[in-house]
């Protein structure tokens, strides 16, 4: 099982960007799909975007399509969540996760489908 690293985190204006980093260690990283969350305070954690193993599949929520795009490494073991034109709402922690899974295309949008995650990393926009 691999172990979860998230980076990249901080305060930004509203209509900033951030990218995060999300780098394994421990495992074969290619053999995971792996998804990005978000957890506001107060509020249930929520799927933000996730990507396949081989990244031929993608999928992000709603709210945040046309904003962020998730991509991934596999030589480089990492995962990342560009996110652009950043809003208030937008403010939570933000955590990576991982499945192993053999399957190469499917992407997993729901946190239920994933049993490793990281330990979240703080984005906060300003207005």
């Known amino acids: 099982q691999v172990d979860l690293v998230e980076s990249g985190g901080g305060l930004v204006q509203a209509g900033g960007s951030l990218r995060l980093s999300c780098t394994a260690s421990?495992?074969?990283?290619?053999?995971?799909?792996m998804g990005w969350f978000l957890q506001a305070p107060g509020k249930e954690r929520e799927f933000v975007a996730s990507i396949s193993r081989n990244a031929y599949g993608t999928s992000s929520s709603d709210s945040v399509k046309g904003r962020f795009t998730i991509s991934r490494r596999n030589a480089e073991n990492t995962v990342y969540l560009q996110m652009n034109n950043l809003k208030p709402e937008d403010t939570a922690v933000y955590y990576c996760?991982?499945?192993?899974?053999?399957?190469?295309?499917?992407?997993?949008?729901?946190?239920?489908?994933?049993?490793?995650w990281g330990q979240g990393t703080q984005v906060t926009v300003s207005s």
């Open positions: 421990g495992g074969a990283f290619s053999s995971y799909a």
């Open positions: 996760a991982a499945v192993k899974t053999t399957t190469l295309v499917i992407v997993r949008t729901t946190a239920r489908e994933y049993d490793t």
